[in-house]
């Protein structure tokens, strides 16, 4: 169950990691765990109203995501043709419709969620948190994309730390994001982000059950 709950996150602070970007200047991240390293490639398309988060990564997966102008998640999608996955989801008040292939087969089936937000692209829609500064909890859902079931999750700000990227010293505010209830006692994960202007800088966790290679993401470059 940990383990589970714990890829829940790790997976979601890659796959839907959506950054504040623009389409004219898309954002790289480097994915390492353990000798493993793939590249992350992040973009926005603006909408009419709210805008969609695309995410590339260097071993095929693709993960979308249209959040409203409150950065609520309306609509996601997610392909992976390793796992044989091609599915959306979208959402209709207190339910999450799952509709698409899943591991292969046909999926059709509505998970019950209840007012809180739909945060699938938890990376950009955490920005105004962030940039609150707030030490209180957050609670939000997502969506596991490697088992269409969705989860309540809770970030809490930490405060700042001094992180390194590239090399060079930056200050960063650190967020633990962890399940909502008992478990978030047992294991956490942790995002870093620009203070200024909440961008997405750094993670940390670990994808697996114990002895899994702890993960870290780092954004490329100034951003």
Same mark, same amino acid.
């Given at each position: 169950?940990?383990?589970?709950?714990?890829?829940?996150?790790?997976?979601?602070?890659?796959? /839907?990691?959506?950054?504040?970007?623009?389409?004219? $200047? !898309?954002?790289?991240?480097? *994915?390492? &765990?353990?000798? =493993? +390293?793939? %590249?992350?490639?992040?973009?926005?398309?603006?909408?009419?109203?709210?805008?969609?988060?695309?995410?590339?990564?260097?071993?095929?997966?693709?993960?979308?995501?249209?959040?409203?102008?409150? /950065?609520?998640?309306?609509?996601?999608?997610?392909? $992976? !043709?390793?796992?044989?996955? *091609?599915? &959306?989801?979208? =959402? +209709?008040? %207190?339910?999450?419709?799952?509709?698409?292939?899943?591991?292969?087969?046909?999926?059709?089936?509505?998970?019950?969620?209840?007012?809180?937000?739909?945060?699938?692209?938890?990376?950009?829609?955490?920005?105004?948190?962030?940039?609150?500064?707030?030490?209180?909890?957050?609670?939000?859902?997502?969506?596991?994309?490697? +088992?269409?079931?969705?989860?309540?999750?809770?970030?809490?700000?930490?405060?700042?730390?001094?992180?390194?990227?590239?090399?060079?010293?930056?200050?960063?505010?650190?967020?633990?994001?962890?399940?909502?209830?008992?478990?978030?006692?047992?294991?956490?994960?942790?995002?870093?982000?620009?203070?200024?202007?909440?961008?997405?800088?750094?993670?940390?966790?670990?994808?697996?059950?114990?002895?899994?290679?702890?993960?870290?993401?780092?954004?490329?470059?100034?951003?």
């Amino acid at each position: 169950m940990l383990g589970e709950h714990a890829l829940l996150v790790a997976v979601l602070g890659i796959a /839907a990691g959506c950054t504040p970007c623009t389409a004219q $200047s !898309p954002l790289t991240y480097r *994915d390492s &765990t353990g000798t =493993r +390293e793939i %590249s992350i490639v992040i973009g926005e398309e603006p909408l009419p109203a709210g805008s969609v988060i695309r995410s590339r990564m260097s071993d095929g997966e693709q993960h979308d995501v249209q959040i409203d102008p409150s /950065a609520e998640t309306i609509l996601y999608r997610v392909v $992976s !043709p390793q796992r044989l996955i *091609d599915y &959306t989801v979208r =959402r +209709e008040g %207190s339910l999450l419709v799952v509709d698409g292939v899943f591991e292969g087969k046909p999926v059709a089936r509505s998970l019950r969620i209840d007012a809180r937000p739909w945060y699938q692209s938890m990376e950009w829609s955490l920005r105004d948190y962030v940039r609150s500064q707030s030490r209180e909890p957050l609670l939000y859902w997502v969506v596991h994309p490697w +088992e269409a079931k969705a989860y309540l999750l809770q970030a809490r700000g930490e405060g700042i730390d001094e992180i390194t990227l590239d090399g060079l010293t930056r200050h960063a505010l650190r967020v633990r994001v962890s399940p909502a209830g008992i478990l978030q006692l047992f294991w956490k994960t942790l995002y870093w982000f620009r203070p200024s202007d909440a961008r997405y800088l750094r993670y940390e966790g670990v994808r697996g059950l114990p002895g899994t290679p702890r993960t870290t993401i780092e954004l490329l470059g100034d951003g």
